[in-house]
Structures are given as C-alpha cells and as structure tokens.
C-alpha cells in the first residue's frame, strides 16, 4: 500500500473529508484497497471511528460495503455492534448484505440482537436480515440470543419476520429450552405451531492467510464474546470495554499525527503497523533508537505457533509487546486462561496453546540467559518439533481410525486444529479433559473416553520419541564455538 493509500486511510480515521476527496482525486484505485495487516478498507475505518462524513462520501464514490476484513466481518458489522444506526442505514441503502457472516458464524442481526438494540434489529430485518442463520461457533441463531437474556421487543420483532422458534443449537436447545423468563417461554410457546423451513446457513469458510483470529473481535470486530454460561451483563461490558480500548487507540494516534511534528517524540501508545502514516513511519526511522517495533515480534511468534487469529485481540487489551509478555508470565499476575477469555479469546483450544506457547518462551528466554552467564556451560541442540511431525495424520484422519470422524468440526471451531498441537497440549498442564471435550459439544461418554485414551497414548509416545531424539542429538562444544539453535 503507497503513500496515496495511506492518507486515504488517515483521513477516515480523522474523519478529514478534505483529505478524504484529494486523497481519492490523487488516487482514485484506492477506494476499495484493504491495509496489509487487518484488510480493513478506509469505508471501514470510518465506520469503526464512527465518522459519518467520510462513510456517506465513499459510499457515494462507489465504495463496496461488503468487503470483508481479515476476520471476516464488514462495515455493517461494526455498526451493528456499535449502535450507529445512522451509519447502519447508510451502508444498507448502498447495498450492504446484512446476512454476511464472519468468521465466527455471526450477522450484523446476531450482534444487534446480543446487544438487545431494536431499533437496528428492525432496520436489518426490513432490509431482510435472515433470522434463521445459525453461527458456527455454538449454532445459534439471533432468536436464541434475544431468548437467552429476555429482550422482549427484540423478539417479538424477530417472530414478525418468521424467526423459527425451534431451531437447535449445538448442545441441541431451541431458544425456548434457554428461555428464562415465563412471558418470553409463552411468547415462542404461541408462535411454535407453525414455523417456515429454515434457510441454510452459509458456513463461512476458514484461511490461515486470512486469520489475525478469528477478532478488532472480535475483530473487526473480530469479535463478539458468545459464551453460553455468562450473564448478559458480563459479556456486553467486555464488547464495549473491548470497543472503547480500540477506539482510543486509534483516536489517541490521530491526536498524536495533529500534534506531533516529524521531530517530534514518538508516541508510547501502541498502533497497529496498519493505522501508521507514511509520516509516522518516517518519524520513527529518523528519531527512534529504541528496539524493533514489538508488535511485529508479537505477530510472528503467533504467526509461527499458529495463532495469528489471536493478534488483535491481544493488541487492543495491551498485551502487544511479546518482551512484556514474557515477563508477565514470569510474575506475580501472570497472565491466565480467564484472562484471555475476557479480552475476548473464544476458542478454548486457542487460549490453551497460547497459554503452553508463554510458558515454552519462558523456559526458552531462561534457558538462552543461564547459558548466557555461564559461557562455558555446553549447549543443547533443541531439536523442532516438526521432526516428530512429519508422519503424523491429520486430525482428520487421527479421528477417522476411532470411527470419529464427523466431530473434526467441533474441534476445529473450537481452535483445536491440528492433532500435534492437542498432543502437546496433553503433555502440559492445559491438556484437555473430559469437561472440555464436553464443551466444544461431544456429548457422549463413550466417545469422551475414547478420544481421551487414545490422545494420552499418543502423547506418551510423542514425549518418550523427543526424549530419545534430544539425547542423541546433545552436543559437547568448545567455549570458543558456543552455540545455540532454537
């Protein structure tokens, strides 16, 4: 992306229309370009920054709304979740899909209904929102959400537009089985008898290229917090605290370009390489003389684990320098499970490699020190991983010898994606139990135990190989010729 990109990016960030129109007069193909790291495109951006000047201009231009970032979600997807009704109506009146579904299975309908706001439930459904799209990550619809915390209005909208009262979640619940008040119960009770077919779902599909996972949430949004055992209260604080942290930061970045000059001191607020000016850019090769930029080291080492989704959500809750990181975990507050699951990290699989992958940097980082200290201490060769790997079925397959095959789904939308990374799980203090398996949806014991037995046979194999192959791969050096390959 060029500098002509750039201020088209910048200026929907300030909400700069002057900026906006010259920036486009200069380089028109920009119109639609995405940024390189979080494929957000400028209509994008200023719908998150809630700029409606510059979202009616490039709508007028002929900006596509529909483009999707690397999380899978659109612009109506953050207004939906953001309550821009005005900016709702805009994107809708040219010609916004309010049935696109991100990459976690949700419409702008499922965020609206989440946040209980009839007011954009009844713009969408007019603009025929499908209320019968199930999300892939717990297969619930918007009725079900509306059910749950007992937004009467909204769903009583929702039974106007033919939402069908008996669909199934993944744990085999109709929105009446979630129900907790008695007058939603006889509300979907009176509407029960005669509900239309219900329409398929597009599954959306995943890419490791597009991931940066799955969330800015749950991102962005790439990101609605969908948990089936948290109250409504918990779960709409974290999406607006998780929505005000993004806000800032790219606010704070604009207050920082206005105020700023070129020899001015760079700003410690953390921004995306995304939200970076060209001049910004050149500000910090002129005047920073600090370490690397640590977001780029953050998103290799997730890049190289496998967990690049989980980037954003990382970044917007602070957590985005990996040198910090590593010391957290070392400290009194480490960083836990629950913490990740409230900076809005579903999948369970992800925050419990991610969790293994800080601990593995920690013993890495005080392996390389102790042997830093001691130069004569002789180095071992830590032999990859991927050497174990190479004739290891995918998980696919693994599941198929159990005669399992058809739960690969449930793993794998619940971040458990490749067989060798559950084996280290298991030989770690995050492996998976029988309470895990049931929360990613498989309900039967029989099949509990036998995906238990087999995984710990299975990773009992995998540690006694890696023990053999360390030991045959030690190696004495010189203090002159002291190495390390990690």
């Known amino acids: 992306m060029g500098d002509n990109s750039d201020e088209i990016q910048r200026a929907c960030r300030l909400g700069d229309l002057d900026l906006l129109i010259d920036a486009l007069i200069e380089y028109p193909k920009g119109l639609d370009e995405t940024d390189l790291k979080l494929g957000w495109t400028g209509l994008y951006r200023s719908v998150i920054c809630g700029h409606i000047n510059t979202t009616e201009y490039l709508l007028q231009s002929g900006a596509n709304p529909n483009i999707r970032t690397r999380m899978g ?29 991100q990459k976690d299975g949700e419409t702008a309908l499922h965020l609206a209904c989440f946040k209980g706001d009839a007011d954009m439930v009844h713009l969408l459904l007019t ?16 009725l079900h959400y509306a ?80 948990s089936d055992y948290k109250s409504v209260e918990t779960k709409e604080k974290q999406l607006e605290d998780f929505h005000k942290k993004i806000r800032e930061a790219v606010r704070a970045s604009v207050d920082t ?78 960083i836990t499970e629950q913490s990740l699951q409230e900076i809005g990290i579903q999948k369970p699989g992800h925050r419990k490699r991610l969790m ?63 067989l060798d990374q559950i084996l280290h799980l298991m030989n770690s203090p995050w492996e998976i139990t029988a309470e895990d398996l049931i929360d990613i949806g498989i309900s039967k014991p029989g099949y509990r135990h036998r995906i238990l037995s087999k995984l710990k046979e299975d990773s009992w194999g995998l540690s006694r190989k890696r023990l053999e192959k360390n030991e045959e791969k030690k190696i004495s050096l010189a203090p002159n010729d002291l190495c390390y390959i990690i």
């Not at 603009?127 to 918007?142: E, I, R, V, Y």
């Not at 009262?165 to 005669?194: C, F, Q, W, Y």
């Open 147 to 226: 059910s749950d915390y007992s937004y009467v209005d909204v769903i009583q909208l929702l039974l106007q537009f033919n939402a069908n009262t008996e669909l199934k979640d993944k744990h085999g619940k109709t929105p009446k089985d979630i129900a907790r008040s008695e007058e939603v119960i006889m509300m979907l009770s009176r509407n029960s008898l005669s509900m239309p077919s219900p329409e398929p779902s597009e599954i959306p599909q995943k890419s490791s290229i597009e991931c940066i996972s799955p969330i800015i949430s749950r991102s962005y949004s790439d990101i609605s917090f969908i």
């Open 127 to 142: 603009n025929k929102a499908n209320p019968n799209l199930q999300n892939s990550l717990f297969g619930k619809t918007s």
């Open 73 to 101: 979600d659109t612009a109506l997807h953050q207004a939906a979740e953001n309550r821009q009704l005005t900016i709702a109506s805009l994107l809708l009146k040219y010609g916004a899909d309010p049935n696109i579904q």
């Open 257 to 334: 370009v206005k105020n700023q000059s070129i020899s001015g001191n760079i700003s410690l607020i953390f921004e995306p390489d995304a939200e970076k000016t060209s001049i910004e850019l050149e500000r910090k090769k002129i005047v920073s003389f600090g370490p690397a930029d640590q977001s780029s080291a953050l998103y290799n080492w997730l890049n190289k684990k496998g967990l690049d989704e989980c980037y954003l959500q990382l970044v917007a809750a602070g957590y985005d320098d990996l040198q910090q990181i590593s010391m957290q975990m070392l400290s009194k507050m480490p």
């Open 356 to 418: 293994l992958a800080m601990e593995d940097l920690n013993k890495k980082d005080d392996v390389l020190a102790s042997n830093m200290m001691n130069p004569f201490k002789c180095c071992t060769v830590e032999v990859s991983s991927n050497l174990f790997m190479m004739n290891m079925p995918g998980l696919d397959k693994w599941l198929e010898t159990l005669n399992l095959k058809e739960l690969y789904g449930a793993f794998a939308e619940n971040g458990y994606d490749e």
